[in-house]
Structure formats: C-alpha cells, structure tokens
C-alpha cells in the first residue's frame, strides 16, 4: 500500500492555510527576501495595458508580454518581481515546484545563505491561489544563460487533476538573477449550469488617501496600500528599529509609487512605554523599565483635579519639568534589574530548573510595548503635549489615531528582526492581556487595542521556536512554553505594578507639591457658618424691603407732606437695603462657586476614598478567612491535653515494649513518633502562648475611636518574651532602649505594628543571608539584630541588619499589593501605616542607607497630645 493524493490538497494548503490574501501577498515578498533579494516590487495593475516596461527591475520579453495578454485579457493582475538569487530549471524543479520541499532549511545549514530563513515550510508559493487561477512563474538562476518560464493554471491542476505545467525558455546571456510572478485571470464560478466569471479586485488592495485617515494632512492625496496589506507588509520586519538596509519594498498602482511608509512616529505620542530585555552573556540578566511622558503626568492629574483642573493645571513644559525634577524617584520604582537565575528563582513557582538554560539559548530577548489613549481629547492633549515638549516635529491629525490603532495594534513576535507567525494581529490576544484585565484593579492593566510593540528572540536557525503551518500560533514545545510563563509573567506581573507604582508615585508628587485641592473639615464648617451668617442676613435685608414697599402702598396717593415724607423715607430704605440684597447676592454666587469648589474636591476624595475602599474590602475577605481560621485555632489549641499527659501515655507504651520484648519496635518506630509528637506540642504551646497575646487586638464591641494608654517599653519586654523562639531559631538578637512613654492608641495597634515590622526584618536578614552565599559584598560577621530606639518623646526608628529596603520600593513601600518578598501579599506596610494616620501618628522610610546602600530605617511618629509622658 502506499499513499495516494488528490490535487485538492494544493488548493487546502494554499487557500486555508493561507488566511488572507494580504498574508498571501506578505508570503510571497517573504520569498524574496528568502533569495537574497535587495529589492522587490510589486504592481497592481487594472489591465495588462496599463503595463509599463519601463517601471520593472528586469526586461519584458515579447513573447512572455504575449503570453501572459491572452490569459489577462481586459482584466486586473498583480506582479511580485525581485532581483533575487532566481531559480536554476533543478532548482525551480526541486525547490519551487515540489510542495513541502526542504531546500530552504539545506540552504541555511550550507551556510550559503547568511538570512534569517523567513519562510521554511515549502508551502508560500502555494499562497498565490488566493490572489488569481493563474501563476505565471518568470526566473532566471546563477549557473544558466537563459531563464525559465512556467505557466501554472490552478483550476486546470484541482479540477482535472493536470499537475502538469507547460514551459518555456527565455533566452538572456546576462549576469542578471530574478524571479517574477504573474497573477492572472478571472474566477470562475458555476451555478445551475451557468458560468459567472469574477477578475481580480484591484480596489482590496489600495486606496485613496484621506484627510481623516492620514497621520500628515499633506499625504492625504497620495495613494496608499490598504491598511491590512501595509500591516502584513510593515510587519514582516520589525518597523521599531533600523530599518534593514539591504531590502526594499515598493509597490505600484497603475505605474504609479503607492506610498508603503509605516508611520512609526506615531510612537511619539505614546503616554507609556514599557520595556524588558534579557541578555545571554557569561551571567545571564534581566532588566525591565517603564517611562513615562509628560501627557501621561497631565491626564492623570486632571483626573485628581476634577473640575478644579484649570486652577492648578500646568503648562505641558511644567509636566515635563516635574518628571525631570523626580526622575530618580520614578526610576528606581519604574525599573528593576536582576540576575536571570534570581529573577526566575523570584517566581520560582511557575520556572522550573530547566528554565535558565532554555530561556539562554533562546536569548537575547528584547521588547518594548508603546501604550496609547485614543480618546479624541487625550489624543489633541498628547500630540499638543508632544509638540511643545519635543516629541514630534510636525503636527499630527487627530482623526488619523483612532484608525491608525484599529489597524496597528498588537504586540508582535519577532525572531532577530523578522516576524514570526501572525501573533499580535488586530484581535489577536495571545499574551491574554484582555484576561489578565478581569484580575486586580483594570486601570492599570493593558487595554487591548491600544498598544503597539514588540517581542524580539533569537533563534537564526529556527531550532528552538516555531510556528505552525497556518502561522497563527507557535507550535507547542519546551521553548514556546517557558516563553510564554516569562512572557506572562512580564506583562501581567512586572508591568502591571510598575504602572500602579507610577500612578501612585504621582498621585504622591502632586500631592507634594499642593497642585491637588484640598479640603479640610474645619474649612467645610467655616463655609457652613457663613453661608448661614448670609442667608440670615439676606432674609433681613428682604424683611426690610418688603415693608418698605408695604409704606410705599400705603402712601402712594402722595396727597400730603406726612405721605410725602413717609415714601421719601422707604425710598432711602429701599436703596440701603437693596445695597445689601446686591451684596447678599455677589456673596451668595462667590459662595456658590466656593461649595462648587469644594463639592468637586470632596468628589476627587471620594474617588480616593473608593480606590481605598477596595483594597480594604479585599482586606476584609481576606479577615473572614482568617477570622475561620483563628477561630478553629483556638479551638483546638483549648482542646489540647497536657505535655504531661503526653509523656505518660508514651511511657505507658515503652513499658509494654520491654515488656515484650520489643525493644527494636521501641526504637525503630515509637522513638520517631516521640519526637514527632514533642515538637508538636512545643509548637502547639508556643501558638497558645502567641494567640493569648495577639488576641488583644480583637474588637468585640466599640469604635475606631476608643483609645487605650500601652505603655511601650513593657509592651515590648512581651513581644519580645513571645517571638524569642522564632529569634533563637533565625539566631537573631533583638534589642530595644529602655523608656517610659506610653501610647494613646486604638487596642492592639502596638501589636499589629511591631509585628509586621518584625516580620520583615527577619524576611530582609534571610534574604541578606541567601545573597551572601553567592555574594561576598552581603557578607557579614556579626550577628543578625533586630533594633528599636527612641530618639525623642514622640519618635521611634525600627531597622536591623538585613540587606535594607531594595531602591525600586522605596515610593512605592506604602502602597497597597507591593511587596519586595517572594510570596508577600504587599498588604502589612499599608495597612500599619493607614492604621497610625487612623489616629494621627505616621511611620515613613528615612533617607539614610546602610553598608548596602539601601534606605533600612523606618521611623514612627505621635503627635504629642497622644503621648502621655
């Protein structure tokens, strides 16, 4: 038996693998380039008449001309032509002409062609079937003095199976090499016996340039490519770098230039760009960053202004002076930099052992992810903003944006500078950014459809990552996998807290600089009393006028001098009053524009208090559980029988042993269980012990308001006696000054404070510790402490002797969800430090730094009415 094939295969693997004619047309340019070629047009032509011989890289036969006229007749055809290696008739034979062929790949490991390979499949020439029934294939190859030329007629091959294709010489004694491809003939389609004949659509491939549509107004009278075929083009290499210099793309209409240039300055006008790259050197490494711009400061601060923006807002140049001025704030919190093996030891729930060496190999791995806004109005903002700051040189159409992202966007996979499959598509998620959107807070996410960028591995010899025949995916192996968990990682990890650290960082900045309105209680009650001091005053000044008119009324016949007089005196009584009510009035409208004021400053708090809110609802889930838990702790620990009554009943079962002369049992398998159960029960009393402890700061019944006086001294003697065994086993010494200063606080915030300060003391001595066995700088001979001092009546520092706070935590240690440890949920700093300003106090990083050179110290402040001395 052996395998038999239908000519219909052809028609599956050039028509459904091949899913667009622009992929078609992107293919066959792909084959250009595979042949070495520096250049490569392609033509668009409504009639073989329109055919000038002229605007081709090679001559025309007349015969070939001759030809190809009696297929095309009157209709449309497309030409590929480059001047490439072309193809001897062996060649044509072996590589062109034989689907699935390998030439290709035993090119590449002869070293004879010095490209990357763009296409390997042996399938590309089968995508002209998409474009027209009729190939006409024109080439001549290095090694003979004339070309070859084969007329391949589709629906003759499918349809009567004729997988024979005539051909013909073309007679050329020069030197030149080149392959062109001819794209003929009118489709054909049979119903009820009738044949209806369909040519070539010209029109799906170019268009006419738009006022609206145009990033630069003066190319709206150009032509252009259509927008899916310049993205299939544009594409194929990377449009973020250099270009290559040694390939050129021109396309024709009717013998005219259409304009292919992707406008990559639209690059200037994003508000975020995100960035990563891992180097293959002796010590692999990981960088990644963030960068801001100055549109970006601006939309986020008329977004904490609200309505008062006008007031505080500033020019673009102040936006771009204030990122200037913090620039060491924002970038040691907007980028990080590791050792590849610590990065991936970092996470190392999702990396295996085997990551570091397949992540190499397939290294250097580069990206850069540009992040726009394409509402209209932040669109003017960051072109206008881009302007004035430098960005762009010359003025952008606003309307253009919109359809330029609709078609543009995606994040892209390249290999060295070339494009691999048709990852980041319009629609195409396949980093799964839209999922990731539904998870934590979705403002700081990527929103799908408005970035562009890329994805560069190295791989020249396509030994590690693939693509499947379609091209829509990367085939499935060890490579792609460990790619896609460090991809994921990257994006929906890493990127998502640096854009949450740099909205925060300038929530914080502006803040700072008193360019977001504030609004105390105390101002709000001052602006209650004297809107009532005004309408007392206007209900007055009303009182009066009205009987001023009641006197007017009354004298109004003016028949006497009394009657004369009285109307006199209202009348000057009338003007005073009115006087007053003009004055009630300008107050009452400079009132109003104050409560208009205040009312949008109390709404930008309200939005902060929302933004809060959902954290500490997450906190409070987070609390039910734990509630559960603690509940089933205690539960069981006032369950839990003696040490003696332990110890008794084990004796009992030692006796019986001996008894019985089992004293190997004894020592094989009860021994074990001896010391199994007495570190159990140590453990079991030590979490009693800790749980009577903390069950001091659980609130039964009151407010956040009631206060209790800790003295802190012997607050922390206790702690200290209930955390010395975690201390012996960390072999860490913890000291605290003696002082006699108790603390006005709500019950048990002593407790939360100083426990989650020592929990990441002793998380930050342990990571010193690792460091140093790979890093003699993290060394150290003297014993790990844990310290706390009073340096006056109201201020405290806690620091110890671990490797200090890393600089990209520095802005951000506060914040909610940021953590510096492995598996930290990045809640306890926030939430002490809300707890303190809860009642007035506050704890902050000071800007001194240890032996490391990170900042280590953190101190604590009371205001003084909540000390009693």
Same mark, same amino acid.
């Given at each position: 038996?052996?395998?038999?094939?239908?000519? &219909?295969?052809?028609?599956?693997?050039?028509?459904?693998?091949?899913?667009?004619?622009?992929?078609?047309?992107?293919?066959?340019?792909?084959?250009?380039?595979?042949?070495?070629?520096?250049?490569?047009?392609?033509?668009?032509?409504?009639?073989?008449?329109?055919?000038?011989?002229?605007?081709?890289?090679?001559?025309?036969?007349?015969?070939?001309?001759?030809?190809?006229?009696?297929?095309?007749?009157?209709?449309?055809?497309?030409?590929?032509?480059?001047?490439?290696?072309?193809?001897?008739?062996?060649?044509?034979?072996?590589?062109?002409?034989?689907? =699935?062929?390998?030439?290709?790949?035993?090119?590449?490991?002869?070293?004879?062609?010095?490209?990357?390979?763009?296409?390997?499949?042996?399938?590309?020439?089968?995508?002209?079937?998409?474009?027209?029934?009729?190939?006409?294939?024109?080439?001549?190859?290095?090694?003979?003095?004339?070309?070859?030329?084969?007329?391949?007629?589709?629906?003759?091959?499918?349809?009567?199976?004729?997988?024979?294709?005539?051909?013909?010489?073309?007679?050329?004694?020069?030197?030149?090499?080149?392959? %062109?491809?001819?794209?003929?003939?009118?489709?054909?389609?049979?119903?009820?016996?009738?044949?209806?004949?369909?040519?070539?659509?010209?029109?799906?491939?170019?268009?006419?340039?738009?006022?609206?549509?145009?990033?630069?107004?003066?190319?709206? =009278?150009?032509?252009?490519?259509?927008?899916?075929?310049?993205?299939?083009?544009?594409?194929?290499?990377?449009?973020?770098?250099?270009?290559?210099?040694?390939?050129?793309?021109?396309?024709?209409?009717?013998?005219?230039?259409?304009?292919?240039?992707?406008?990559?300055?639209?690059?200037?006008?994003?508000?975020?760009?995100?960035?990563?790259?891992?180097?293959?050197?002796?010590?692999?490494?990981?960088?990644?960053?963030?960068?801001?711009?100055?549109?970006?400061?601006?939309?986020?601060?008329?977004?904490?202004?609200?309505?008062?923006?006008?007031?505080?807002?500033?020019?673009?140049? =102040?936006?771009?002076?204030?990122?200037?001025?913090?620039?060491?704030?924002?970038?040691?919190?907007?980028?990080?930099?590791?050792?590849?093996?610590?990065?991936?030891?970092?996470?190392?729930?999702?990396?295996?052992?085997?990551?570091?060496?397949?992540?190499?190999?397939?290294?250097?791995?580069?990206?850069?992810?540009?992040?726009?806004?394409?509402?209209?109005?932040?669109?003017?903002?960051?072109?206008?903003?881009?302007?004035?700051?430098?960005?762009?040189?010359?003025?952008?159409?606003?309307?253009?944006?919109?359809?330029?992202?609709?078609?543009?966007?995606?994040?892209?996979?390249?290999?060295?500078?070339?494009?691999?499959?048709?990852?980041?598509?319009?629609?195409?998620?396949?980093?799964?950014?839209?999922?990731?959107?539904?998870?934590?807070?979705?403002?700081?996410?990527?929103?799908?459809?408005?970035?562009?960028?890329?994805?560069?591995?190295?791989?020249?010899?396509?030994?590690?990552?693939?693509?499947?025949? /379609?091209?829509?995916?990367?085939?499935?192996?060890?490579?792609?996998?460990?790619?896609?968990?460090?991809?994921?990682?990257?994006?929906?990890?890493?990127?998502?807290?640096?854009?949450?650290?740099?909205?925060?960082?300038?929530?914080?900045?502006?803040?700072?600089?008193?360019?977001?309105?504030?609004?105390?209680?105390?101002?709000?009650?001052?602006?209650?009393?004297?809107?009532?001091?005004?309408?007392?005053?206007?209900?007055?000044?009303?009182?009066?006028?009205?009987?001023?008119?009641?006197?007017?009324?009354?004298?109004?016949?003016?028949?006497?001098?009394?009657?004369?007089?009285?109307?006199?005196?209202?009348?000057?009584?009338?003007?005073?009053?009115? %006087?007053?009510?003009?004055? /009630?009035?300008?107050?009452?409208?400079?009132?109003?524009?104050?409560?208009?004021?205040?009312?949008?400053?109390?709404?930008?708090?309200?939005?902060?208090?929302?933004?809060?809110?959902?954290?500490?609802?997450?906190?409070?889930?987070?609390?039910?559980?734990?509630?559960?838990?603690?509940?089933?702790?205690?539960?069981?620990?006032?369950?839990?029988?003696?040490?003696?009554?332990?110890?008794?009943?084990?004796?009992?079962?030692?006796?019986?042993?001996?008894?019985?002369?089992?004293?190997?049992?004894?020592?094989?398998?009860?021994?074990?269980?001896?010391?199994?159960?007495?570190?159990?029960?140590?453990?079991?009393?030590?979490?009693?012990?800790?749980?009577?402890?903390?069950?001091?700061?659980?609130?039964?019944?009151?407010?956040?308001?009631?206060?209790?006086?800790?003295?802190?001294?012997?607050?922390?003697?206790?702690?200290?006696?209930?955390?010395?065994?975690?201390?012996?086993?960390?072999?860490?010494?913890?000291?605290?000054?003696?002082?006699?200063?108790?603390?006005?606080?709500? &019950?048990?915030?002593?407790?939360?404070?100083?426990?989650?300060?020592?929990?990441?003391?002793?998380?930050?001595?342990?990571?010193?510790?690792?460091?140093?066995? %790979?890093?003699?700088?993290?060394?150290?001979?003297?014993?790990?402490?844990?310290?706390?001092?009073?340096?006056?009546?109201?201020?405290?520092?806690?620091?110890?002797?671990?490797?200090?706070?890393?600089?990209?935590?520095?802005?951000?240690?506060?914040?909610?969800?940021?953590?510096?440890?492995?598996?930290?949920? =990045?809640?306890?700093?926030?939430?002490?430090?809300?707890?303190?300003?809860?009642?007035?106090? /506050?704890?902050?990083?000071?800007?001194?730094?240890?032996?490391?050179?990170?900042?280590?110290?953190?101190?604590?402040?009371?205001?003084?009415?909540?000390?009693?001395?």
């Amino acid at each position: 038996m052996k395998f038999e094939y239908h000519p &219909r295969v052809l028609e599956q693997l050039g028509t459904e693998l091949i899913t667009s004619n622009e992929i078609a047309i992107a293919e066959l340019v792909k084959n250009s380039y595979d042949a070495n070629a520096k250049k490569t047009q392609i033509h668009f032509l409504t009639s073989i008449h329109e055919l000038n011989k002229e605007k081709h890289l090679y001559p025309i036969s007349n015969e070939l001309f001759d030809d190809v006229t009696k297929v095309a007749g009157k209709s449309p055809l497309i030409i590929i032509e480059d001047d490439g290696d072309g193809m001897d008739y062996e060649v044509l034979k072996k590589a062109f002409f034989t689907v =699935g062929s390998t030439y290709k790949k035993d090119e590449l490991k002869k070293k004879q062609n010095k490209r990357i390979i763009l296409g390997d499949k042996g399938l590309g020439r089968l995508a002209s079937q998409r474009l027209a029934p009729v190939l006409f294939v024109e080439t001549k190859g290095k090694k003979e003095k004339e070309g070859t030329f084969v007329k391949v007629d589709w629906i003759e091959i499918i349809k009567n199976k004729n997988l024979e294709s005539p051909e013909k010489k073309i007679k050329d004694e020069s030197k030149d090499t080149y392959t %062109r491809l001819w794209m003929v003939g009118n489709w054909e389609y049979v119903s009820e016996g009738q044949t209806t004949k369909f040519p070539i659509k010209i029109e799906d491939y170019i268009r006419q340039g738009n006022p609206q549509q145009e990033l630069y107004a003066e190319n709206a =009278g150009e032509i252009f490519l259509t927008e899916a075929l310049q993205t299939n083009l544009s594409y194929l290499f990377t449009p973020f770098e250099k270009k290559i210099s040694d390939f050129q793309i021109k396309a024709f209409y009717n013998n005219k230039k259409i304009n292919t240039k992707f406008n990559n300055e639209a690059e200037n006008i994003a508000e975020i760009i995100h960035y990563f790259k891992i180097e293959s050197n002796k010590e692999s490494s990981f960088h990644a960053s963030m960068e801001i711009r100055p549109w970006y400061l601006e939309r986020i601060h008329e977004n904490l202004c609200d309505g008062n923006f006008q007031q505080f807002q500033l020019k673009h140049s =102040g936006y771009k002076n204030l990122i200037k001025k913090y620039k060491q704030r924002f970038d040691s919190s907007l980028a990080v930099n590791y050792d590849l093996n610590v990065f991936l030891e970092k996470y190392k729930k999702t990396f295996s052992s085997e990551s570091l060496e397949i992540l190499t190999k397939i290294s250097p791995i580069e990206s850069k992810v540009f992040s726009f806004k394409r509402d209209q109005k932040l669109l003017r903002l960051a072109i206008d903003s881009a302007l004035d700051n430098g960005f762009l040189k010359k003025q952008f159409t606003t309307t253009a944006m919109k359809p330029f992202l609709d078609i543009h966007n995606g994040i892209r996979l390249y290999r060295g500078g070339h494009r691999i499959a048709t990852l980041g598509d319009k629609e195409s998620d396949w980093l799964k950014l839209q999922q990731s959107r539904t998870r934590g807070q979705q403002f700081f996410r990527f929103e799908l459809g408005n970035n562009l960028g890329y994805i560069k591995i190295t791989d020249p010899e396509q030994n590690f990552i693939q693509e499947v025949s /379609s091209r829509t995916e990367l085939k499935e192996n060890d490579f792609s996998k460990e790619l896609m968990k460090l991809l994921n990682i990257i994006f929906n990890e890493l990127f998502y807290h640096f854009t949450r650290s740099a909205y925060y960082i300038s929530r914080d900045i502006f803040d700072e600089e008193k360019l977001i309105p504030k609004v105390t209680n105390v101002e709000i009650e001052n602006k209650i009393d004297e809107a009532e001091k005004l309408i007392q005053k206007t209900k007055k000044a009303l009182k009066n006028f009205k009987e001023s008119v009641k006197i007017l009324a009354i004298n109004r016949e003016l028949n006497d001098d009394n009657k004369v007089n009285s109307v006199k005196s209202a009348i000057d009584k009338i003007i005073n009053d009115s %006087r007053n009510i003009d004055d /009630s009035i300008n107050n009452t409208i400079s009132t109003a524009a104050t409560a208009k004021e205040t009312l949008n400053s109390a709404k930008i708090k309200y939005k902060e208090i929302e933004l809060e809110s959902y954290n500490n609802y997450k906190l409070m889930a987070n609390g039910l559980i734990t509630e559960v838990i603690t509940h089933e702790l205690h539960d069981l620990l006032g369950k839990q029988k003696t040490d003696v009554m332990f110890n008794d009943y084990l004796n009992e079962i030692k006796e019986f042993l001996v008894n019985n002369n089992a004293r190997k049992l004894m020592v094989n398998n009860l021994k074990p269980i001896e010391i199994r159960v007495n570190q159990l029960t140590e453990k079991v009393d030590s979490l009693n012990k800790f749980y009577q402890f903390i069950e001091k700061t659980f609130l039964y019944k009151g407010n956040f308001d009631d206060l209790v006086k800790e003295n802190v001294f012997e607050f922390l003697s206790e702690f200290k006696e209930k955390i010395n065994p975690r201390l012996s086993k960390h072999k860490i010494h913890f000291s605290f000054d003696k002082f006699d200063v108790d603390w006005l606080a709500p &019950r048990g915030t002593l407790i939360h404070v100083f426990y989650n300060l020592f929990t990441n003391s002793n998380s930050w001595i342990k990571y010193r510790r690792n460091k140093a066995k %790979r890093d003699k700088f993290f060394m150290s001979t003297e014993t790990d402490y844990i310290k706390i001092e009073l340096k006056d009546d109201n201020t405290i520092w806690h620091y110890d002797s671990g490797t200090g706070v890393l600089p990209q935590l520095n802005n951000t240690l506060f914040h909610p969800l940021v953590s510096g440890k492995n598996n930290g949920r =990045g809640m306890g700093l926030y939430i002490i430090k809300k707890l303190l300003e809860s009642f007035g106090a /506050s704890i902050h990083l000071r800007d001194e730094a240890n032996k490391y050179g990170y900042k280590y110290i953190f101190e604590i402040k009371l205001q003084n009415e909540l000390l009693n001395l």
